[in-house]
């Protein structure tokens, strides 16, 4: 299966740290990666059809500490669609005006929604044929940029019709919040003050976050299994659907 990677945070923080632990994983997700950054209203995507264990782009990504609120990674195995640029996450997309990144972990081969004009797959993947379905829908629902609060009700009632087709572990965000859902496994941690020192699981590399930080700052980072071995990383249950803003699950 894939793995995913989100971070929604209160102030622009750099994710080096956590992609770097992130991108270890790609040596058994090795069909592609790519991350997404909002800056403000736009949007700075990488990806590569190669692993990111061995990508140029992946090792300009550990050492570029590009700030953003909110960033989505994935690292590829595929389970449909052939190893291709076009069929690596991040999938972006316009609608209302604004951007909006899609990642996707599991499989849902039997849903096969009617498309209209306005979203279509380029790829051949499910994951990127349920995302236009999502932005389909919505803009049914909402004739303008609608709340997080909205945009959260409108999720949930749209969400359960693809997961009923299979697994659908999925991170969404258009710059202003971070939604995430699980199907399987997903896991999230708040980091804010007192900050504390974290290491990596999958590699020998610590970081104390007290001496990068503010008291005021506050990050919510997700991921398909915990980064770290020494924090208290929250599940999802299955089939929740979290949203996050200015670094904190949405009414916590």
């Given amino acids: 299966m894939c793995q995913l990677l989100g971070m929604n945070c209160n102030t622009p923080t750099d994710i080096m740290f956590s992609f770097t632990g992130f ?24 990806v590569d059809a190669q692993s990111a264990r061995h990508s140029p ?34 999938f972006v997309r316009e609608l209302w005006g ?55 009700t409108t999720l949930a009632e749209l969400v359960p019709q693809v997961a009923a087709h299979g697994s659908f572990n999925f991170m969404l965000s258009n710059g202003q919040a971070l939604w995430a859902h699980c199907s399987t496994s ?11 020192k974290a290491h990596l699981q999958d590699e020998d590399l610590s970081v104390d976050f007290a001496q990068l930080t503010t008291p005021r700052d506050r990050v919510a980072i997700v ?6 071995a020494d924090e208290p990383w929250t599940a999802f249950a299955p089939g929740e659907l979290k949203v996050f803003v200015h670094g904190a699950p949405a009414g916590a």
Avoid at 68 to 85: F, M
Avoid at 117 to 137: K, N, Y
Avoid at 186 to 196: A, D, E, K
């Fill in 186 to 196: 997903l896991y999230y941690i708040v980091r804010q003050h007192p900050f504390h």
């Fill in 98 to 152: 604004r951007y909006w990144v899609f990642a996707h972990n599991g499989n849902v081969p039997q849903f096969a929604p009617r498309l209209h004009g306005a979203f279509r797959p380029v790829g051949d993947t499910d994951s990127e044929r349920a995302f236009c379905w999502l932005l389909q829908e919505m803009s049914k629902a909402h004739a303008s940029v609608p709340s997080v609060r909205e945009l959260s």
């Fill in 223 to 228: 991921v398909t299994e915990p980064l770290t």
């Fill in 23 to 46: 991108a270890t994983r790609a040596e058994e997700h090795k069909d592609g990666f790519g991350v997404a950054f909002f800056e403000d209203r736009g949007v700075r995507c990488f």
């Fill in 57 to 90: 782009v992946a090792e300009m990504v550990k050492g570029y500490p590009i700030k953003s609120d909110n960033v989505i990674a994935h690292i590829r195995k595929a389970t449909q669609g052939r190893v291709a640029l076009e069929n690596c996450h991040p």
